[in-house]
């Protein structure tokens, strides 16, 4: 009985030991979780559906408009790849069709077509288009519709090597709480001027140096989605404020805001991203040393 009793001691000993060294393998280190967050963000800038591949933005009249490289039609995209005649887009009724011009290929999911309806206004996802490396798909921003236009072999994706950061530094990473706000609006402008109400769950509250700050969110997918400036912005950082993802806050209304890992819009590398500005009370008096710097080669 004895042996027995030493016996179920010492393999709860061996279990607890064995539990404690798989959970020290599997927490991540501060260094460990930033070197895994900057290489996924390079990976996503880079990645076919990333921002440094737009090379163009154009929008649509009603009615017909010709597609191509040669001047003589109303969008005009100068490319190696772009036919002088590739087709037109015909916008009417709230919707958009695709009709590819003569012996061109352009396809829709890998198979060619020469007309397609690719846009219907709340009703269905935009259809993307792809002619050799180019790609391109219709988007809307309030009563504008227009071409977003990629090139998967653009310069500047292969060149992209990172943004320059700050140092990485934990102090940055601050416990906060979450002040939720049932039906709460935020007027939330893009750079094209135009303004909507999103809806806002609540506010991000933490403490830096001893003083309260608060930051109105958005929720995105299981996150929380955060616009903000500071006293960096349009000095070290892009000059339009940085984005940063927030988790849900647990049941006691806890989370964690990470600055190491604020970062810029789209606009920061491309002229032709439509992004959000942070509202008024979402820019901070003081300066946020963390996360991205300003891309000053990007817009190009």
């Given at each position: 009985?004895?042996?027995?009793?030493?016996?179920?001691?010492?393999?709860?000993?061996?279990?607890?030991?064995?539990?404690?060294?798989?959970?020290?393998?599997?927490?991540?280190?501060?260094?460990?979780?930033?070197?895994?967050?900057?290489?996924?963000?390079?990976?996503?800038?880079?990645?076919?559906?990333?921002?440094?591949?737009?090379?163009?933005?154009?929008?649509?009249k009603p009615g017909k408009?010709?597609?191509?490289?040669?001047?003589?039609?109303?969008?005009?995209?100068?490319?190696?790849?772009?036919?002088?005649?590739?087709?037109?887009?015909?916008?009417?009724?709230?919707?958009?069709?695709?009709?590819?011009?003569?012996?061109?290929?352009?396809?829709?999911?890998?198979?060619?077509?020469?007309?397609?309806?690719?846009?219907?206004?709340?009703?269905?996802?935009?259809?993307?288009?792809?002619?050799?490396?180019?790609?391109?798909?219709?988007?809307?921003?309030?009563?504008?519709?227009?071409?977003?236009?990629?090139?998967?072999?653009?310069?500047?994706?292969?060149?992209?090597?990172?943004?320059?950061?700050?140092?990485?530094?934990?102090?940055?990473?601050?416990?906060?709480?979450?002040?939720?706000?049932?039906?709460?609006?935020?007027?939330?402008?893009?750079?094209?001027?135009?303004?909507?109400?999103?809806?806002?769950p609540g506010k991000i509250?933490?403490?830096?140096?001893?003083?309260?700050?608060?930051?109105?969110?958005?929720?995105?997918?299981?996150?929380?989605?955060?616009?903000?400036?500071?006293?960096?912005?349009?000095?070290?950082?892009?000059?339009?404020?940085?984005?940063?993802?927030?988790?849900?806050?647990?049941?006691?209304?806890?989370?964690?805001?990470?600055?190491?890992?604020?970062?810029?819009?789209?606009?920061?590398?491309?002229?032709?991203?439509?992004?959000?500005?942070?509202?008024?009370?979402?820019?901070?008096?003081?300066?946020?040393?963390?996360?991205?710097?300003?891309?000053?080669?990007?817009?190009?």
């Amino acid at each position: 009985m004895q042996n027995n009793k030493i016996t179920r001691v010492l393999f709860l000993v061996i279990a607890f030991v064995l539990s404690a060294h798989c959970f020290a393998q599997t927490k991540k280190s501060f260094q460990e979780d930033m070197s895994e967050w900057k290489q996924k963000r390079i990976k996503a800038l880079k990645d076919p559906n990333g921002w440094l591949n737009l090379t163009g933005l154009y929008w649509l009249k009603p009615g017909k408009n010709n597609f191509g490289s040669d001047a003589s039609n109303e969008i005009v995209y100068k490319h190696k790849e772009m036919p002088k005649k590739a087709g037109y887009f015909l916008f009417e009724n709230h919707q958009v069709y695709w009709v590819t011009g003569q012996d061109i290929k352009v396809t829709i999911k890998d198979s060619s077509i020469t007309k397609a309806l690719i846009y219907e206004e709340g009703k269905q996802s935009a259809a993307l288009l792809a002619l050799g490396n180019l790609r391109w798909n219709i988007i809307q921003r309030d009563d504008k519709i227009g071409i977003r236009l990629r090139d998967l072999h653009a310069p500047i994706v292969n060149a992209f090597k990172g943004c320059e950061r700050f140092k990485d530094d934990s102090t940055w990473r601050l416990k906060a709480r979450f002040d939720k706000k049932p039906e709460n609006k935020l007027l939330i402008t893009n750079v094209l001027g135009q303004t909507n109400a999103q809806e806002s769950p609540g506010k991000i509250i933490f403490t830096i140096a001893g003083i309260e700050y608060q930051l109105d969110a958005l929720s995105e997918g299981d996150q929380l989605f955060i616009l903000f400036g500071d006293a960096t912005s349009g000095k070290e950082t892009y000059p339009a404020g940085r984005f940063i993802y927030t988790d849900f806050p647990d049941e006691k209304g806890n989370t964690i805001i990470d600055f190491n890992k604020a970062y810029n819009p789209p606009c920061a590398f491309t002229i032709y991203a439509t992004c959000p500005l942070p509202p008024k009370q979402n820019i901070l008096p003081i300066a946020i040393r963390a996360g991205e710097k300003d891309y000053l080669g990007g817009r190009r």
